[in-house]
């Protein structure tokens, strides 16, 4: 109120100087016409008189000017005329003037002495008169003097109305000006605000965090951006301060964004940490005529972000967005997170060719079907490869660069497009730190052997401190192939692999998820969302299958669409009652065999569609899009169960993503024996994907498992993914860097330069 108070205040205070500044002027201009006025009358009237009066005053007859003068002195506004001769005697006056005007006033001696016509307002007795004189002449001599004198009343009415008017004037506007002000305030100021508090109420004592939209309006469109944030870190700092408080309970070590932030934090003491990859954790797309910043789904990003917000760093990775060059610097760098900048994203440039070599062709359609066991036959083309040796370089080039005045720097190298990478930093900077994760499968050394650049690419690997990968079984046979394919020494006791007087370490990380939240739409339908979802697709149904992939034929999906015909087809009592939602997002579709597996799977789920279904049910629902993870939470929710039926894969972060979102410990998973996962996830019912009639059974068994043992059996594998978190993948990776000692040789290429020659099979050698 004392705001609305002061603002009101102070509108009338500034309309009232201006209503003053502008009436003083009116008033002036006023007067000064008036003024005019009465000097042209003054003078029409003098010029009318003065030739009948001069020569009666050159004569001096009196009484004959009297009568004139009495004639003509009450005409409008006139007060009275005087007549004086030219010794300044009066000769006639109007019998109303003040005696004053007995003896000629100074501007009519003035007017005689110049013979020019003088007026000017004077003071008459009580009264302010205006006096206006003119000289008579008579045969071209001074006869005298006229004077008129006039009323100013009128001038002074006049003024008086126009201050009058004015000021009614600056009531009213005040007050009509105070009221919209008033009404404006209320409806665009107070309301909102109270609204606006009420909602930052209802966010801050929430629990599940940022649920309810915004107020509307505009005018707070930044300040509620804000408060969500705010809100979003408050709930954050909430749930991790509960899973502390829960961790002491339990006397457990739960790894928290917060818990990973200070145990780096104290590793690093100040030394740069660079992370490289081939995805960007942030991409600016142009939509329409505005670019957007998205962030793409991947756990990579949500395990390294943590790090890098924390401490600060640099993220070098390829700029694939169509905006991406629109919004960096001339370094090629932007700060992210766009909305509270931390650390440094540099985007390295390919070209299409590059973009082809390296990314499609020599990572996807050689080493990915390389490292999985799945079938697809690699492809190596040694353009290619020299594409991928081209690009490894560049992203080492431009790491170099930014590791120019720094030491000690820690580097965290992603992924199999990255083989050679550490090795070509190594050389160079023996200082540096050098993790390689390979979020892959390595499969044993015959058929990695294959790979007619092996040698180069295990050579390249091996300039790394530090090798990890999901599960152990994967460092054992990397180490085989190593100890098969180059000059080196394994040690079997503690996992590392030593060339060239450079040891590298091969650790497993199995990588997992970040602690989930309830998705909205679970919180408000709870029990009845398997039903809106079912409803939502077009299907009456009582049980929901659920698959989530990038459409890739290591997934196993038309294995795990045979086996859902089989289960249909062996067990007629599910048809009708069970659907099966596979969520694919596209995927490589840049490469052939991605194309004709898509093809493939949509054919494949129309024919079993069309053996089974009737007018309201269908067996499969292939929604082939990306999703968002708000989209997916809840299909996991929901479900009754997830196929995970991977013919081979690094970890598998579906089968995790399900356990995470089962709040209400439902839900049966079907995991292939062939992913990482399925070490760690007992109680899933683990299958073989090549096996359809088991995959069929399990099915079976897992919508007609025993509630109870049902709910046992995700309560354990819940706890296992709770306790083995992202959080604690990234904390574990950099606990282990941190324990490598650097030894102190020479830089690696100087000391023994390798000569990538591959050993020549001869005919006969066997
Ligand atoms: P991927 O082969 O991509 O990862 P996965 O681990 O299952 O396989 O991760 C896939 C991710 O993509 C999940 O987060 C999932 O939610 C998301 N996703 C799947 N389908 C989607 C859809 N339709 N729309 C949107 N998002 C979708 C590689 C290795 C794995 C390893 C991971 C992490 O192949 O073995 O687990 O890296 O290291």
Known sequence: ?????????????????????????????????????????????????????????????????????????????????????????????????????KTPPALAANAMKTGLEEGNFLPLGEKEMYLHALPLYHEEKLAGAMVMVYETKQIKDRVAHIWENNFIRLLVSALFISLTTLLVIRWSMVHPIARMAEWMKTLRTEKGGVTLPPPSGKVFEPLAREATRMV??????????????????????????????????????????????????????????????VVPASGLVTALEPILQSCGGTWLAHGSGDADREVVDEGDKIRVPPEDPQYLLKRVWLTKEEEEGYYYGFSNEGLWPLCHIAHTRPVFRAEDWNFYEAVNQKFAQATLAELENTQDPWILVQDYHFALFPRMIKEKRPDARVALFWHIPWPNPESFGICPWQREILHGMLGADLIGFHVQFHCNNFLETVDRALESRIDWENFTAERENHLTQVKPFPIS??????????????????????????????????????????????????????????????????????????????????????????????????????????????????????????????????????????????????????????????????????????????????????????????????????????????????????????????????????????????????????????????
């Open 232 to 293: 979003k870190s408050i709930s954050e700092a909430r749930s991790a301060a509960e899973q502390e408080a829960r961790l002491r309970r339990k006397a457990e070590s739960l790894w928290t964004p917060v818990r990973l932030r200070e145990h780096v934090r104290t590793l690093l003491q100040g030394r740069p940490l660079f992370v490289i990859s081939n995805r960007e954790p942030y991409v600016h797309e142009r939509r329409g005529k505005k670019i957007e910043c």
């Open 1 to 101: 109120m004392r705001i609305t108070l002061r603002v009101i205040l102070s509108i009338f205070v500034v309309i009232s100087a201006i209503v003053l500044l502008f009436t003083f002027l009116q008033v002036e201009q006023e007067k000064e016409r008036m003024t005019l006025d009465l000097e042209r009358r003054a003078s029409i009237l003098g010029e009318s008189l003065k030739e009948s009066i001069e020569p009666l005053v050159a004569k001096g007859q009196t009484s004959s000017i009297q009568k004139i003068v009495n004639k003509f002195g009450n005409r409008e506004r006139l007060a009275g005329v005087a007549i004086y001769d030219a010794k300044g005697h009066m000769a006639a006056a109007s019998a109303q003037l003040p005696p004053h005007l």
């Open 513 to 766: 998820i970040a602690a989930p939240q309830p998705s909205p739409a679970f919180r408000s339908l709870n029990g009845g969302l398997k039903k809106t979802l079912l409803r939502e697709l077009g299907i009456r149904g009582q049980y929901l299958g659920v698959g989530v992939d990038r459409i890739d034929y290591t997934k196993g999906l038309r294995e795990r669409f045979l086996a859902i015909e089989r289960f249909l087809e062996k067990y007629p009592i599910y048809q009708g009652v069970f659907t099966f939602v596979e969520l694919g997002a596209p995927s490589r579709t840049h490469i052939k065999e991605y194309r004709d597996l898509t093809a493939l799977l949509e054919s494949e789920a129309e024919r079993i569609n069309w053996r089974f279904q009737t007018k309201e049910w269908r067996p499969i629902v292939f929604l082939k899009r990306h999703h968002s993870h708000r989209e997916i939470a809840p299909f996991y929710e929901a479900a009754d169960l997830c196929l995970v039926t991977s013919l081979h894969d690094g970890m598998n972060l579906v089968a995790k993503e399900f356990i995470g979102a089962k709040w209400d410990e439902s839900g049966v998973l079907i995991l292939s024996q062939f992913t990482g996962a399925a070490r760690e996830l007992r109680d899933a019912l683990v299958v073989n994907p090549y096996d359809t009639e088991q995959m069929a059974e399990a099915i079976r068994l897992a919508l007609e498992m025993d509630p109870a043992e049902k709910r046992a059996r995700m309560r354990r594998m819940r706890e296992a993914v709770q306790e083995k978190n992202i959080y604690r993948w990234a904390g574990d990776l950099i606990s282990s860097l941190s324990q490598i000692r650097l030894s102190s040789a020479p830089p690696l290429g100087i000391s023994a330069p390798y000569s990538p020659s591959r050993p020549m099979i001869l005919p006969g050698d066997g």
